[in-house]
């Protein structure tokens, strides 16, 4: 089994930055994949960046320029750094993980982008 815990999450004015983090723990096996997806109210979950175990990185459109996803292998742990919020990035931000032919999900961190 793997858990998923996300921190980070908080209210930030638009223009700011926020940097979250997730720490993985539990049966974890290299050459996953880390990410981390997006939902925001009344809508469906989205992608917004994901990294292998070897760097590779893959990131949403919306979000390229301004995010930055990293990872640390020996602690398990992915971060994402997001800059120049804008309103529309507010949503709970999930963290991923997905090995092996299944997917694991933390319980989501707020984030919430104010005018």
């Known amino acids: 089994q793997v858990q998923l815990v996300e921190s980070g999450g908080g209210l930030v004015q638009a223009g700011g930055s926020l940097r979250l983090s997730c720490s993985a723990s539990?049966?974890?096996?290299?050459?996953?994949?880390m990410g981390w997806y997006r939902q925001a109210p009344g809508k469906q979950r989205d992608l917004v960046a994901t990294?292998?175990?070897?760097?590779?990185?893959n990131y949403a459109d919306s979000v390229r320029g301004r995010f930055t996803i990293s990872r640390d292998n020996a602690k398990n742990t992915v971060f994402l750094q997001m800059n120049s919020l804008e309103r529309e990035d507010t949503a709970v931000y999930y963290c991923y993980l997905g090995q092996l032919g299944s997917n694991y999900w933390g319980q989501g961190t707020q984030v919430i982008v104010s005018s």
């Open positions: 539990g049966s974890i096996f290299r050459g996953n994949l």
């Open positions: 990294i292998t175990s070897g760097g590779g990185t």
